[in-house]
């Protein structure tokens, strides 16, 4: 069993950024590959990105390509997702997702755990 525990959302300005963390529990998260997700107001969930399990290749939605960076501390057991240039559109609940293979993957389905979301705010 693995649980994930979002932190660092909360509500910015449009341009502003945010950091989001995911604390993993466990012995074994530098053997797994980590994503996250977000979920907006009556849309379904949506991909943001994905890190393999070693951090050495990292995959991005195309709405978040060179404005959100995913990286991963496997001695802290820890992911993060560094959003600059936020938008209005970037409003979610943001989610993070283990999958108990190297990876990349990019569907939700394909995830083992989820953490319970951290909410994000962008105003514009």
């Known amino acids: 069993q693995v649980q994930l525990v979002e932190s660092g959302g909360g509500l910015v300005q449009a341009g502003g950024s945010l950091r989001l963390s995911c604390a993993a529990s466990?012995?074994?998260?530098?053997?797994?590959?980590m994503g996250w997700f977000r979920q907006a107001p009556g849309k379904e969930h949506e991909f943001v990105a994905t890190?393999?399990?070693?951090?050495?290749?990292?995959y991005y939605a195309d709405s978040v390509k060179g404005r959100f960076t995913i990286s991963r501390d496997n001695v802290k057991n820890t992911m993060y997702l560094q959003m600059n240039t936020l938008k209005a559109e970037d409003t979610a609940v943001y989610y993070c997702?283990?999958?108990?293979?190297?990876?990349?993957?990019?569907?939700?389905?394909?995830?083992?755990?989820w953490g319970q979301g951290t909410q994000v705010t962008v105003s514009s």
């Open positions: 890190i393999t399990a070693s951090g050495g290749h990292t």
């Open positions: 997702a283990n999958k108990r293979d190297s990876g990349p993957y990019y569907g939700s389905l394909d995830y083992d755990y």
């Open positions: 466990g012995r074994t998260f530098s053997t797994y590959a």
